[in-house]
């Protein structure tokens, strides 16, 4: 069993739709949780970065944690097509410590 | 702004030979990390390091080696390239900070061995 599972996609949404991103987990001892956004033939950068359980919000970015079901979201609001990208979850027992990704979601809005 | 750079966005190498992917980090982060990234397996980490002449084998370390004698170079070295290992690589950094978590990205590389 994978320590992170992520369902690939491809995603395919509307502009203005409310997208929601999801990865499980197994290992929990995770108690650090990010979501990176990779835009094509560009490296990963950190999107949303939430320790433990709860909720933060960035603007259009939501980003959920519910460690009693191992389970993390992302919601976008009012998607725009520069959203379009491949989002990666990614978690961690520590910081400094070795960091574990969903295979990533492929998101496409379309305009 | 932090800035990660690696030495090559395309390479193509032969079987059997030896490569060298540079990877350069210009905050004086004490983290690097090298990782692979193929389609439906997503980021798998190949080997990192917390300091100068320190290293570490992540998940996949087989057919890799390393080299970290500067604080802000960190190489991967294919010993003898093989199909297989035909992937992007990702460099990344992060500070060795209690309060931060953040690893910062290089562009990647894309290796093709024929």
């Known amino acids: 069993q994978k320590e992170v599972e992520q369902d690939p996609g491809p995603l395919s949404v509307p502009e203005g739709a409310i997208v929601s991103l999801n990865c499980t987990y197994s290992?929990?001892?995770?108690?650090?949780f990010m979501w990176y956004r990779q835009y094509s033939r560009k490296g990963p950068e950190l999107l949303m970065y939430?320790?433990?359980?709860g909720n933060k919000e960035d603007g259009r970015f939501t980003a959920q944690v519910d460690k009693s079901s191992k389970y993390i979201s992302l919601f976008i609001r009012d998607s725009q097509p520069s959203d379009s990208a491949t989002y990666l979850c990614?978690?961690?027992?520590?910081?400094?410590?070795?960091?574990?990704f969903g295979t990533g979601t492929s998101l496409t809005v379309i305009p | 702004d932090v800035k990660v750079t690696q030495s090559s966005r395309y390479l193509v190498k032969r079987t059997g030979e030896k490569v060298f992917l540079e990877c350069v980090q210009d905050m004086d982060h004490e983290n690097m990390f090298w990782y692979r990234q193929d389609p439906g397996l997503g980021l798998r980490l190949i080997y990192f390091s917390y300091d100068v002449k320190m290293k570490e084998k992540g998940d996949i370390p087989e057919g890799y080696s390393v080299s970290r004698e500067k604080k802000e170079r960190f190489s991967l070295i294919l010993e003898s390239a093989s199909t297989n290992q035909t992937s992007m690589y990702l460099c990344a950094s992060s500070i060795l900070d209690v309060a931060n978590n953040e690893q910062f990205f290089g562009p990647g590389t894309r290796l093709t061995v024929l």
């Open positions: 990614a978690m961690s027992r520590n910081t400094g410590n070795q960091f574990y």
């Open positions: 290992n929990s001892a995770f108690q650090y």
């Open positions: 939430t320790y433990s359980s």
